[in-house]
């Protein structure tokens, strides 16, 4: 089955860019001229030109795209077949302007082989969920599809296994944690590199919210918000903020670095963080 799409071209991109008809969350976004921006600042701030990605719920492309035009090598991971084809043709655009590269997986990032069933949304199209059994209250109007699952280390080519990543976005909507468990060679590899994630314990599947970030601590993740001016922020700090948001909606998206600049952003923004981390709980 193919998606109904409408082709925009964001600003921030200067290329067309596909994005899907009826979503109500990132197809807006990118017309209007840009997605994710402290995340995508952030991302572009630590790239450079040769450096190796993981796009793990890759989605239409967004990050894959901004690697690409940075003149990153990417694969990305993206299970749904209507959303891979759609982010396929926004990679092949990007290849024909960019000196990047991209490889699209259809599959989802997990933490062993095999075949699940995941919930798309109806209307905010970048929320789909793998289910371990019937779906959560909140997707109930969703429908239900079968796909395949792999770990990453399974199908990263010899370099990327061998030599690492650079640099690593994960939004699985919840498979955060298998993923990761899928990743471990490629991670034990990649001694300097940074994170984009999805925290967001009421969808965490396989793991407690606290086991995932102490995983990232003990592998050496500097982490905090990803926001315009990030912060440092412990395992125990970044929970209780979490824990007072609304369980559904209260996701956040972390940035980490190990081996790397955590402060990517410029003097200002890390004089701003200072001044956030003295304010905040």
């Known amino acids: 089955m193919s998606a109904a799409t409408r082709t925009v071209r964001p600003t921030r991109l200067g290329i067309d860019f596909e994005v899907l008809a009826g979503d109500a969350i990132i197809g807006p976004a990118i017309e209007r ?3 994710a921006d402290h995340e995508t600042d952030l991302m572009l701030a630590h790239l450079r030109p040769g450096m190796r990605v993981l796009d793990l719920g890759a989605n239409i492309g967004w990050f894959s795209i901004v690697a690409v035009l940075a003149g990153c090598e990417v694969h990305a991971f993206e299970p749904v077949p209507e ?4 982010c396929e043709r926004n990679v092949a655009r990007a290849m024909a302007v960019g000196k990047g590269r991209c490889t699209v997986h259809r599959v989802a990032a997990g933490a062993t082989r095999g075949r699940a069933r995941i919930a798309l ?3 905010n199209f970048g929320d789909n969920r793998v289910l371990d059994g019937a779906a959560p209250a909140d997707m109930r109007a969703a429908r239900e599809i079968e796909i395949e699952i792999a770990p990453v280390d399974a199908l990263l080519p010899d ?3 061998r030599d690492g990543i650079d640099f690593a976005k994960i939004d699985t909507q919840g498979s955060e ?3 990761l468990q899928g990743l471990r060679a490629t991670l034990a590899r990649s001694p300097r590199m940074a994170l984009l994630m999805e925290f967001w314990p009421y969808a965490l599947r396989g793991a407690k919210p606290e ?3 102490q995983f990232l601590v003990e592998q050496g993740f500097t982490l905090g918000k990803a926001t315009e001016a990030p912060f440092p922020m412990s395992a125990e700090r ?3 903020q979490v824990s007072r948001r609304d369980p559904v909606k209260g996701g956040i998206d972390l940035w980490g670095t190990r081996g790397a600049p955590f402060h990517v ?3 200002k923004a890390r004089l701003h963080g200072i001044v956030r981390s003295l304010k905040e709980d």
């Open 238 to 240: 970044i929970l209780a």
């Open 33 to 35: 001229g840009s997605w």
């Open 121 to 123: 949304d109806p209307s």
């Open 159 to 161: 370099p990327f296994v």
């Open 177 to 179: 944690w298998l993923a």
């Open 211 to 213: 086991d995932l970030l």
């Open 265 to 267: 952003l410029g003097l």
């Open 83 to 86: 959303i891979a084809a759609v």
